[in-house]
């Protein structure tokens, strides 16, 4: 992703959190991050092969799968 398509989401996702504040809907933002933290989970389980804990630092993910693997 170029700099500037960078910038432009950044952009737009201020907007859209600032859109959702203004008209009282800061579920779908919540709903939003819960998604994030869901997918997230998903991947660190799947980057560990399974030994992933909540527990764990996103630091102790990256040392996992870049030293453990």
């Known amino acids: 992703m170029s700099e500037e398509n960078g ?12 859109d959702c ?3 009282h809907q800061e579920s779908i933002i919540v ?3 819960v998604q994030l ?3 997230y989970h998903e991947l660190a389980e799947l980057g ?3 030994k992933y804990t ?3 630092t ?3 993910v ?3 799968i870049t030293k453990e693997l």
Do not use: C, N, P
């Not at 950044?10 to 907007?15: A, D, H, S, V």
């Open 21 to 23: 504040i203004i008209a």
């Open 58 to 60: 996103h630091q102790q």
């Open 7 to 18: 910038i432009d989401r950044e952009k737009f996702l201020e907007t859209l959190v600032s």
């Open 37 to 39: 933290e869901k997918d």
């Open 31 to 33: 709903k939003l991050i």
């Open 48 to 50: 560990t092969m399974g």
């Open 54 to 56: 909540l527990d764990w």
């Open 62 to 64: 990256l040392d996992y």
